[in-house]
C-alpha cells in the first residue's frame, strides 16, 4: 500500500507540487520547512521516495501522525486556495493511510503475540502433564468438553442424569460463560418430555417434589470478578434463558428478589441507597429504569456513616534563602496520615471503651476490618501505623515475601556467607540491621582496597582492617561464627538460631519496624516447608525463595481479636461490625494491551504502540474502559455493604477535590444531600468538615448466644506429672509405644544416575538385584539359562557380550563357597526381623536368610551404591545395620554362629562381613542379655 502510494499515478502529483510551492513561498516558517521537505520527497526517485515517505507524512501530519490543524498560515490559503485545496486531500488522504498502517501493524504485533502465546501454553501444558496438575481453568473447561465430547457426552449426562434431582447455584453473578455452558448441559433433560420427572421425584402424597428443579442465588450488583470473565449480563442471559425452558414446559417459575438485608442497620443501608441512586455511581449497579431500595432487619439498631475529611498534600514553604542541604526535610505524607488518623482513631477507642451500641458492649480489635481496592503501599503503612499504636491487627492477606525488606536482610545475608567474595551483596550485610556497620565503618573496612594483584575482596579487607578497629572486629567475627553455623545447619534451624538465640529478629524489628515481624514469621514458615521436601541445604532454600517468587496467602476471617485489612475482592462474603474505606480515590487504569474481541469473531488484538493504535483497539478499549468504571462502581457497593453498624469513608490525595467520579466523590456528593456537617479534628493531622449518618439505639441490644451468660468456669488441676514440686516419672525405656529406632546416621550416598556411566551402573545394579531375587527360588540347573534370557530382552538394552560376562558374575555370586547354601533349597527370601535391643527396637527386612542347625547365614543387597575394595571400607551406615541385624538373629537363635555379607549388586561382588568389624557397631544390650555366642 506504501509503495503504491509512492508510484506515479498513486497520488495528486501536480496538486502536491503547487501545495509545496505555495508552502515554501509562506510566510511561516513552520511551512517553509514543511514545504521544502516536501519538495524533496517529490524530487526523490520511487525507491527513494518509500524511504522519505516521513517527509511527505509531515507535510499534513504531526510528529504523533494526527491531522495538523492548521495546514498553512491564512494568508497562504487566500493566495493559494488551490494548493490549500490539494493539501486538504492529500491530508485526508494520509488519515486513511495511516488507519491502514495501523491496522497493519496491530495484525502483524497481534500474530507475533498469538504465536509466542501459542508455544507458552504448549509448554505450560506439557509441564502440567508431566506432573500429573491440572489448574483451576482445566477443571472447568474440561468438564465443558467431557460434556460436549461427541461419542463421550451422551453417556457421561446420561449417568449425570440418573443421579441429579436439583441443581442448586451459588453466587451466580460470578460464574463464567464456560461455568454456565457446564450448567446448561447438566439440565437440559430438566425440562424436556419424560426427563422433567426424575425416577426419584416424589408424589403428592409424600410431599416430595414431583419434579426437578434449578435454585440459583445471585446478585449482579456484586459482580467484580471481571478477570475470570464474570459477567453480570450472562446472569441475566441465563435467568432469561431459564425462564424461557420453564415457562416453555409449563413449569413453575419464581424469580424472588430480596431487599431485606439482615447484615447492615439502616445508617449503612441509606447511605447505600443514596450513593447508587444518583449517576453515574448506578451505572452498571442499577438496572436502567430501576431504584435501589433495601430494607433492614435489624430495626432501632444504633449505627454511624462518616466522610471524613480529605488528607491533602501540603506544599512546603519555600526558604528565603539558600539553605546547603545537609539536613534531610520532612516530606508531607498524606497517606500516612490517612493510615495514623485510622490507628490513632482505634487506640482512642480501646482506651476510651467506645461502645458498639447495637451491641450493648465495648468495640474490639477483632470487629475492625480496614479494605482497599489492591494491594499497594499503603497496606504495609497501615499495618506498621496500627503496630506502633498498639492496636492488634493480623496483617495482610497476601504478602509477596521477596518484597519484604526484612526478608531481603535475610536473604542477603545467606548469600553472602555463601559467596562472600561478593562485595556488594556483604557491603548490604555489613550496613544492615544484623551487623549494624554504620557509614563510617563500611567506610573503613571498604576504602583504599588496591593491591599489586588487583582489587582486594571486601571480606578479606575486613579481616585485616579488624586487628585495629573494635567495630569491625565485632562485624568480623560476627559473620565468621554464623559462617561456621551455616555449614552444619538446615535453611530452618539457621535462620531460626539467627533470628532468636542471636538476636537477629530484635535488631530487624528495631529498624524497620513492628511491621517485619510477619514477614519474619512466614519467612521461617516457608524455609521450614522447604525442608520437608528439599534437602536442607541453604545455597538450594536461597535460591529456590528467588525462583519461586512466594505469595503468603493467609486466611483473615474473624476469629482472632485483631484488626484485619483485606482488599474488596478478598472480604466478599464477609462482614464486619466496623469498616474503614481510606483507599478511595483511586480510579481504574486505562486499558491498554491487548484486547479481546467477540464480534464479527472471537479474536485477540495488541497494537505494538502507542502510535500504533487501530481504530479497532481503540474502540475495544473505550468499551473495556466503560465495563471497568461499572465494575469500580459495583466494587465499591461491595465495600460498603459489608459494614454492620458503623462505616468510615477517608482517602488522600494530591489536591484538596477528589477526582470526579472516585468512591470518595460518590459517597460525598450523595451524603452531602442527606447527612450532617461535622467540623472533624483526627490524628495524623487531619481537620476539616466532613459528614455524618447516624441511626439511634431505639430497640433492644443485640447480644450473641455467648456474651449473654458468662459459661460456667471449671478448674481443672495440673496432672501429677506436671506439678512443679512434685517428680517426674521416668520415661520406659525404650519408649511406650515401641517405635523402630533411627539410624544414628546417614546411609552413603548412592551412584548418581546421570551421565553414561552413570546410567550403566545404575541398570546393571538393579538387573543384578532382580535376579538375585528370583534365581534362587529356580533349580540351580535352569538359573544360568534364565539369567541370559532375561539379560538379553530388548527392553534392558545389553550387547550379547553383556550379557555373557553379567549373568556369569551373578553365577559366581549365586555359587560362592561360604554361602552357596544361602541361595540354595531352604533359605528365605524378604525375611522381617525385629526385637527389642538394650533400648533400642531394631526392625527390618533381609534379603536373604538361611537357618541351619549350627548357623545362620544373612545377606543383605546394596543397590546404587559403589562397592568399597575391601570390608574395612564399608560404611558406618551399613556395619552398624548389619550388626543389628546380628544381635536380633543372635536373640532368636542363642547359641548359634550368625555370619553376615553384603552383595554389591554393581558388579556383583559379595562381600563377607567379619565379626571384628560388626562388634564395634553393635547396639547395647541390657546386661541381662549378654550371653555366650560363638565366634
Partial sequence: ELAAACAPG????????????????????????????????????????????????????????????????????????????????????????????????????SVALLRVGHRLAELYDGQKRIRARLDYDDLILGAGRLLDTPGIAPWVLYKLDG???????????????????????????????????????????????????????????????????????????????FEARVTGAARGWRPVELRQSFRSVRAVLDAVDAVFARQPAADGVVEPGRTLRHEAARIGQAGVVEVWPLAVAEKPDPDDAWV?????????????????AIAGTLRRWLDEGEMLEAQGRPIRAGDVLILVQRRNAFVGRMARALKMAGVPVAGVDRMALIDQIAVADLVALGRALLLPEDDLTLAAVLKGPIIGLDEAALYRAAVDRRTPEGRMPLIRALRERARGDDELRAAAGTLSKLARAADRM????????????????????????????????????????????????????????????????????????????????????????????PDTIRLPRPPAGPVWLEDPAPMLLISPGSADVSDTV???????????????????????????????????????????????????????????????????????????????????????????????????????????????????????????????????????????AGVRHFRRGRLVHRLLQVLPDLDPEARAGAARRFLAAPAHGLASDEVEVLAAEVEAVLMHPDFAPI????????????????????????????????????VDYKTDRPPPSDPDRVARHYLRQMAAYRAVLRRIYPGRQVETALVWTDGPSLMHLPDRLLDRWAPDPDPGDLLEHPG
Fill in 823 to 858: 541361595f540354595g533349597p531352604g533359605s528365605r527370601a524378604e525375611v522381617p526381623l525385629g526385637a527389642v535391643i538394650g533400648s533400642r527396637v531394631v526392625s527390618g527386612a533381609v534379603d536373604r536368610l538361611l537357618i541351619s542347625a549350627d548357623r545362620v547365614l544373612v
Fill in 324 to 340: 546547603a542541604p545537609v539536613v534531610r526535610e520532612p516530606q508531607d505524607d498524606p497517606m500516612g496520615r490517612v493510615a495514623d
Fill in 10 to 109: 498513486g497520488f495528486d502529483e501536480a496538486g502536491l507540487k503547487a501545495a509545496a510551492e505555495a508552502l515554501v513561498a509562506s510566510s511561516g516558517k513552520d511551512d517553509v520547512v514543511r514545504g521544502r521537505a516536501l519538495a524533496g520527497w517529490l524530487a526523490a526517485g520511487e525507491a527513494e521516495r518509500v524511504t522519505r515517505f516521513e517527509d511527505r507524512l509531515g507535510a499534513t501530519m504531526t510528529a504523533e501522525r494526527k491531522p495538523r490543524a492548521r495546514l498553512m498560515v491564512k494568508a497562504t490559503q487566500e493566495a493559494a486556495p488551490a494548493a490549500f485545496a490539494a493539501l486538504r486531500r492529500e491530508q485526508d488522504r494520509m488519515v486513511e493511510l495511516e488507519d491502514q498502517r495501523r491496522a497493519a501493524a496491530t495484525v502483524a504485533a
Fill in 490 to 581: 538446615g535453611p530452618y534451624d539457621f535462620y531460626a538460631d539467627l533470628l532468636a538465640a542471636r538476636g537477629g529478629r530484635q535488631r530487624l524489628v528495631a529498624r524497620l519496624g513492628p511491621e517485619a515481624e510477619d514477614a519474619i514469621d512466614e519467612f521461617l514458615n516457608l524455609a521450614l516447608a522447604f525442608e520437608q521436601t528439599e534437602p536442607p541445604s541453604l545455597e538450594g532454600f536461597l535460591a529456590w525463595v528467588g525462583r519461586s517468587a512466594v505469595e503468603v496467602k493467609r486466611d483473615l476471617e474473624q476469629g482472632r481479636d485483631e484488626v484485619r485489612i483485606m482488599t474488596v475482592h478478598g472480604a466478599k462474603g464477609l462482614q464486619a461490625p466496623v469498616v474503614f474505606l
Fill in 163 to 241: 443421579g441429579i434431582m436439583h441443581l442448586l447455584l451459588d453466587e451466580a453473578q460470578d460464574t463464567s460463560p464456560e461455568q454456565w455452558k457446564v450448567v446448561e448441559r447438566l439440565t437440559e433433560e430438566f425440562f424436556a418430555g419424560d426427563g422433567a420427572v426424575h425416577e426419584q421425584a416424589g408424589s403428592e402424597a409424600d410431599g416430595l417434589p414431583l419434579a426437578r428443579t434449578v435454585f440459583a442465588v445471585g446478585d449482579p450488583k456484586q459482580s467484580i470478578y471481571r478477570f475470570q470473565r464474570a459477567d453480570p449480563a450472562g446472569f441475566k442471559r441465563m435467568q432469561a434463558f
Fill in 618 to 756: 481503540r474502540d475495544a478499549q473505550a468499551a473495556t474502559a466503560v465495563e471497568d468504571r461499572q465494575e469500580y462502581r459495583r466494587l465499591l457497593y461491595v465495600a460498603m455493604t459489608r459494614a454492620a453498624d458503623r462505616l468510615y469513608v477517608c482517602g488522600w490525595h494530591g489536591k484538596p477535590e477528589a477526582p470526579e467520579d472516585s468512591w470518595y466523590a460518590l459517597v460525598q456528593g450523595a451524603l452531602a444531600g442527606m447527612a450532617a456537617p461535622a467540623e472533624m479534628v483526627l490524628p495524623g493531622g487531619i481537620a476539616g468538615p466532613g459528614w455524618r449518618l447516624t441511626c439511634p439505639q431505639d430497640g433492644a441490644v443485640e447480644r450473641k448466644a455467648a456474651e449473654v451468660a458468662e459459661p460456667d468456669v471449671v478448674t481443672v488441676g495440673l496432672p501429677a506429672a506436671l506439678h512443679p514440686d512434685r517428680g517426674v516419672p521416668p520415661e520406659p525405656v525404650p519408649s511406650r509405644p515401641l517405635a523402630p529406632s533411627r539410624p544414628d546416621d546417614d546411609p552413603p550416598p548412592a551412584r548418581s544416575p546421570l551421565g553414561d
